[in-house]
């Protein structure tokens, strides 16, 4: 499924989505947890978020929820989190890679069905979507968003009717659906969380007290006080009902694993653990190995907020370089993908990020972000730089040449907004200004997480599962 005509008002890469929930078998409200844990994911989706609780004490079936426009802070007041309450509860921060960005499309999504209700928040995208809609469309079903993650709520809801758990429902789903994902359930008196079989999305398991929680990464425990258990493994379905305990089983597939290695090199946050490896260190050992294979003779080695930090601290700390911060950012800025012209969109840079000319002025730069996408952001930082006085920026990528698109909830574009599908290193560094271009080899992704297996088909084309031909007949007529 193509990204939403919106993503067009961007120059880089967008975060995916997060998901959190949690189930406090003492009976406290989790709501406020909830919000914190939204928070701490923030960085995974700023378009929208949701929150949905139930109380497993109260009436079975009864779902109390709340979804708007906007930031966790802005969308959740203080009064509205009281109206929320209830022991067992989900959420969701959204950046849409497919679905406009309207109410309806925000998440959780809530159904109310024979059986009951049943609350789900996504992380990811389905590569058979279209194909599973139009079959539900032919039996009857009428949807009300135009997201993905409808299809698996609904096909969970109908399987749900002739099974004897919601867990065996899911199970029946899983076996249709095809493409990355990270799911939290609701179910009136169990929180669920699956992953899909390659392990393309992140998603652990939690424990504060006497409450279970699962989130999208480790720093949303953190966040609330929780203690990191567990990554939910690939393939796997995990249960945490009135028990106590929690219930494991897995998906009876085998396939080869491969977890996005985008999470390391740019969606997770720093503080983030994902499958035992540290977003920190991986990101330390990229910078390291692009100062081995581009070094230069520079004065100052500085990374684009917030990803491109690490990996210029691994590039110092290998060619012995001195790290500096070179930009400031200005955290308190709308979200400039709303942008309607070229101009505004490259001026919403400049109110992003302002260069601290006493730092640069006079100094050969080595310059470490994490991607190239159109080249509009990197080519105006580089303008900034040495209208500050900068006599020479020297540019490292952490990632390959964007070639391909993402059908797994990453938003790369198609490859005709990708620069690098049609102009070659040098000509990419002419047009972006600078004074010399590394990309990481591909060859080397692997070193940033050791031997844990990985998706990287946006720079290769090898994808993990079949993905939809007419898309990949475009990519090849162009």
Not at 161 to 168: A, Q
Not at 205 to 231: H, M, Y
Not at 333 to 339: D, H, P
Request: with cysteine.
């Amino acid at each position: 499924m193509q990204p939403s005509s919106n993503n067009c008002y961007d120059t880089g890469l967008r975060e995916e989505c997060g998901v959190f929930g949690i189930y406090d078998l003492d009976g406290a409200d989790v709501s406020p947890s909830i919000y914190y844990g939204l928070s701490a994911l923030q960085h995974r989706g700023q378009e929208s978020c949701g929150i949905a609780v139930s109380d497993t004490s109260g009436p079975k079936g009864h779902v109390k929820f709340y979804k708007g426009l906007g930031l966790v802070n802005e969308v959740f007041k203080e009064s509205k989190l009281e109206e929320l309450s209830g022991n067992i509860g989900i959420g969701h921060v959204r950046y849409s890679t497919t679905g406009s960005t309207t109410v309806e499309n925000a998440q959780p999504l809530v159904l109310n069905y024979l059986k009951g209700s049943l609350a789900l928040a996504h992380n990811g995208n389905l590569v058979n979507a279209m194909e599973l809609r139009e079959q539900m469309e032919n039996t009857g079903a009428i949807f009300h968003t135009s997201i993905d993650s409808e299809i698996i709520a609904y096909g969970i809801a109908r399987e749900r009717v002739h099974s004897k758990t919601v867990e065996e429902a899911i199970l029946r789903t899983v076996k249709e659906i095809r493409g990355a994902y990270a799911l939290v359930i609701m179910s009136p008196r169990k929180l669920i969380g699956v992953r899909d079989p390659y392990g393309l999305k992140p998603l652990c398991i939690g424990k504060r007290d006497n409450a279970w929680v699962l989130a999208s990464e480790s720093c949303a425990l953190t966040s609330i006080g929780a203690e990191f258990v567990r990554d939910v493994a690939p393939g796997e379905i995990v249960t945490f009902d009135k028990t106590g305990n929690l219930k494991s089983e897995f998906m009876p597939v085998d396939v080869k694993k491969a977890h996005c290695i985008f999470e390391y090199i740019y969606f997770a946050r720093l503080d983030s653990k994902i499958d035992n490896i540290s977003v920190y260190e991986a990101r330390i050992r990229g910078g390291a190995t692009l100062a081995k294979t581009y070094p230069v003779d520079a004065d100052l080695v500085c990374g684009v907020p917030d990803s491109g930090l690490a990996s210029a601290k691994g590039y110092s700390e290998e060619s012995g370089i001195p790290f500096g911060l070179a930009f400031h950012k200005n955290s308190y800025v709308g979200r400039t993908f709303i942008k309607p012209t070229q101009k505004e969109r490259e001026s919403s840079v400049k109110i992003k990020l302002s260069v601290l000319e006493s730092v640069v002025k006079g100094k050969r730069i080595v310059l470490v972000d994490d991607s190239i996408v159109r080249g509009t952001t990197i080519s105006n930082l580089i303008t900034m730089l040495r209208k500050a006085g900068a006599t020479e920026v020297h540019v490292r990528i952490s990632s390959p040449p964007f070639l391909y698109p993402c059908y797994f909830g990453t938003d790369v574009p198609s490859n005709k907004q990708l620069i690098a599908s049609s102009h070659s290193t040098e000509e990419i560094r002419q047009q972006i200004g600078a004074d010399s271009l590394g990309y990481m080899p591909i060859g080397e992704l692997q070193n940033m997480v050791g031997d844990l297996p990985i998706c990287r088909a946006c720079f290769d084309s090898h994808y993990p599962m079949e993905v939809p031909k007419q898309d990949i007949s475009a990519l090849l007529e162009s």
